[in-house]
Nanobody
């Protein structure tokens, strides 16, 4: 499975962005897609994950602002980010594994999100 994240950019605080993750490989639907992020000088952290049945999980700091979704037919995963704040600035990574969060099996190249305050 190969993953590629798209949709990052430079936005003002309070704005929205929608990240997309395109996956190749027919077995992608059997994995649990997750979004992680890493800010400069900080460890990479879990942001959101979605199970194949549609169960969604978020880190506390993004609850109510971010929404993860998936389109199994198109092998895509999305992260809708609303009410962005400066602290959301990071490189966002799409990943896939066997569970929500934790160790992932596949990682994509990240996409930079910068939120100006």
């Amino acid at each position: 499975v190969q993953l590629q994240a798209f949709g990052g950019g430079l936005v003002q605080a309070g704005s929205s962005l929608r990240l997309s993750c395109a996956a190749s490989g027919r077995t992608f639907s059997t994995y649990v897609p997750n979004w992680f992020r890493q800010a400069p000088g900080k460890e990479r952290e879990f942001v959101a994950g979605i199970t194949w049945t549609g169960g969604v999980y978020y880190t506390d700091s993004v609850k109510g602002r971010f929404t993860i979704s998936r389109d199994n037919a198109k092998n895509q995963v999305f992260l809708q980010m609303n009410s962005l704040v400066h602290e959301d600035s990071a490189v966002y990574y799409c990943a896939a594994g066997l569970q929500i969060g934790g160790a992932m099996i596949y990682w994509g190249k990240g996409t930079q999100v910068t939120v100006s305050s």
